[in-house]
Nanobody
Framework: QVQLVESGGGLVQAGGSLRLSCAASGSIFSINAMGWYRQAPGKQRELVASITRGGSTNYADSVKGRFTISRDNAENTVYLQMNSLKPEDTAVYYC??????????WGQGTQVTVSS
């Protein structure tokens, strides 16, 4: 079992920045890739960014050049640095861990609100 706890969400004005953190605990040796997803009201949950154990990253087109995902293996933490935030980035952001056995673990989510 892997437990994930997100933090760092909040209210920010358009153009501002936030950094989200996702701390993993439990069977962390079983974690392969980790990612950040978001879900806005009335919309489906979507991938924002992901990072593999080896450090390869992938981003949604809508956040490329503005968001950066990084991983501190020593601290078992994944970060999402979000710059140049837009009102359309408003959503609940979730951290996900993809485990080597094919299962997934999700965090509880953290709200990000960007005001115009």
């Amino acid at each position: 079992q892997v437990q994930l706890v997100e933090s760092g969400g909040g209210l920010v004005q358009a153009g501002g920045s936030l950094r989200l953190s996702c701390a993993a605990s439990g069977s962390i040796f079983s974690i392969n890739a980790m990612g950040w997803y978001r879900q806005a009201p009335g919309k489906q949950r979507e991938l924002v960014a992901s990072i593999t154990r080896g450090g390869s990253t992938n981003y949604a087109d809508s956040v490329k050049g503005r968001f950066t995902i990084s991983r501190d293996n020593a601290e078992n933490t994944v970060y999402l640095q979000m710059n140049s935030l837009k009102p359309e980035d408003t959503a609940v952001y979730y951290c996900k861990a993809a485990l080597v056995n094919g299962l997934r673990s999700w965090g509880q989510g953290t709200q990000v609100t960007v005001s115009s």
